[in-house]
């Protein structure tokens, strides 16, 4: 793991990183408390498709969760995204789920598998990530969580179901179309989000997904609007989620 970059703001510092891979070099950030020292959990967080690894929702959660409660938060660019390059075969997926947008279309299977797509590459490179930032002094191999919506949960769906370092998790946005089978492997405690006018995904594939979870405690939170008009205090309910299951 290699840091280019290292600055402080409001109590949290900020380092960028680049971790080599197999499938190439993940870029990914850090934030941590400004001084941090000794072993903490950390929270991965999965951006949304078309995002990066500094989409300001993400930044912002971090921030908090990094200032409030002590913990260690890493996100990076999922394949296709942010620095990372692009195949022919996201360019093709990603333009038909525009258009199909554009005209009205059944958006869900394209993004089926735009996420399916992805995610036979994004696993494997979470979990060398976890194995990097957990090295460090200042992060140590603490709990873990993972936060992810739409894209981020199409992804993080299978890494939950595979990771066993994962304790807690929130999710959502997002259907069974390719998730459904990890999502009966998922065990630990779990916050589902709905968006129940979402354009995106359909409410009865989002409810399918919640009910395929095999988690003793998983609570769904669904919430009128589209599927980019998630409830602003949705975050004071993840930071008192994983405060509960991970100190």
Not at 86 to 105: P, S, V
Not at 184 to 197: C, G, N, S, Y
Request: glycine content about 12%.
């Amino acid at each position: 793991m290699r840091f280019s970059s290292e600055t402080s703001s409001g109590g949290v510092t900020e380092q960028l990183f680049t971790l080599p891979f197999t499938f190439g070099e993940i870029p990914g950030v850090l934030w941590t408390p400004d001084g941090a020292c000794g072993t903490r959990p950390l929270i991965l967080m999965g951006h949304g498709g078309g995002q990066h690894k500094k989409t300001p929702g993400i930044v912002a959660r971090a921030q908090r969760f990094a200032a409030e409660c002590g913990f260690a938060v890493a996100a990076v660019d999922a394949p296709a995204h942010g620095d990372r390059p692009r195949t022919e075969a996201h360019d093709r997926l990603i333009g038909e789920m525009r258009e199909r947008m554009r005209t009205g279309g059944d958006v869900a299977p394209v993004l089926a598998e735009v996420h399916g797509l992805i995610a036979g590459q994004s696993v494997p490179e979470w979990r060398a990530v976890v194995d990097a930032v957990q090295q460090l002094d200042h992060v140590g191999a603490g709990p873990v969580g993972y936060w992810g919506l739409s894209l981020g949960c199409g992804l993080g769906v299978p890494f939950v179901a595979s990771e066993p370092r994962v304790r807690a998790a929130v999710l959502g946005l997002n259907g069974a179309e390719t998730s459904a089978e990890a999502a009966a492997r998922i065990t630990v405690p779990l916050e589902f989000l709905v968006q129940w006018d979402d354009e995106r995904v359909p409410r009865a594939a989002s409810l399918a997904l919640f009910d395929a979870f095999a988690s003793a405690e998983k609570t769904l939170h669904a919430n009128p609007g589209h599927h980019g008009e998630v409830p602003a205090f949705e975050l004071d309910s993840s930071l008192r989620f994983f405060t509960r299951h991970m100190g």
